[in-house]
């Protein structure tokens, strides 16, 4: 008798010893996820995965550490690892929406469209998700990349009502205009997020191409020779200088 009760208090004490043991592992772990998502932060994202891969042993079943993992492997160009860790986030927490919309857009990025879509549509039905713009905005990206670009106006048109600050919801709306034929639209759209982000470089040229399109020379050129002094050094500033020598010749 004596022998089960000495037994059965190393038991107890084993008991205590594990849950002692997990409590401390998962407040490490929460502790490197904070200091990765610091470093996120910072666009320091080997720090973070440093951070986060020892997180992720400490608490391998925490759909936070696996979502950040996505967000870090994307930003390394690693998509297939992103995808890998957004699809466990959700599988370990089917209500985490930042992981599904992230996941949407690994698929994206991909150019996965209807993968994408897949992804993300259920989003745009959730009238708990706080940002549904997000996923509204990339399902419009989707059908504009698919050519289908009445599905993608309605996407962006929604995402613009639910949040009109959003930038990248009115660019795309604004270019998925241009390729409709329809630059008169686009134009209100690239002169408001211009007055919103008037550093984002590329709103300048989208909106050139717009009033272009519409005949105001003028107004095109001086968008374009803005967009140079601003990023002298962008990716499309070889594009921009042959859409200017066009316009200077007509």
């Not at 059965?8 to 490490?28: D, P, R």
């Not at 996941?103 to 745009?124: H, N, S, V």
């Not at 995402?159 to 919801?169: D, F, G, L, M, S």
Request: glycine residues 4%; charged residues 25%.
């Amino acid at each position: 008798m004596r022998k089960n009760v000495l037994f059965s208090g190393i038991l107890i004490l084993a008991v205590i010893s594990c849950s002692g043991q997990t409590q401390l592992q998962k407040k490490q772990a929460e502790a490197s996820k904070n200091l990765a998502e610091a470093y996120i932060s910072q666009e320091d994202y080997t720090g973070a995965l440093k951070e986060l891969l020892k997180a992720e042993v400490l608490a391998p079943d925490d759909p936070h550490i696996h979502n950040d993992l996505g967000i870090v492997y994307m930003a390394k160009e690693r998509l297939d690892l992103a995808v890998k860790h957004y699809e466990k986030a959700v599988q370990l927490n089917p209500n985490l929406t930042p992981a599904r919309n992230n996941l949407g857009t690994a698929y994206l990025a991909m150019k996965d469209w209807d993968k994408a879509i897949e992804i993300l549509k259920p989003l745009t039905e959730n009238l708990l998700y706080a940002t549904p713009h997000y996923p509204l905005t990339n399902l419009g990206w989707a059908y504009f990349n698919k050519k289908e670009y009445e599905t993608a106006v309605q996407y962006y048109v929604r995402a613009v009502k639910k949040e009109p600050t959003y930038v990248i919801a009115a660019r795309g709306l604004g270019k998925t205009y241009i390729e409709m034929g329809k630059p008169a639209d686009a134009i209100p759209l690239f002169e408001k997020a211009m007055e919103l982000a008037p550093r984002f470089a590329d709103l300048y040229v989208d909106a050139g191409k717009a009033y272009a399109m519409v005949g105001d020379k003028a107004k095109a050129l001086d968008l374009y020779k803005k967009f140079l002094a601003m990023s002298p050094n962008h990716p499309r500033t070889e594009e921009v200088r042959k859409m200017m020598m066009v316009l200077d010749k007509k």
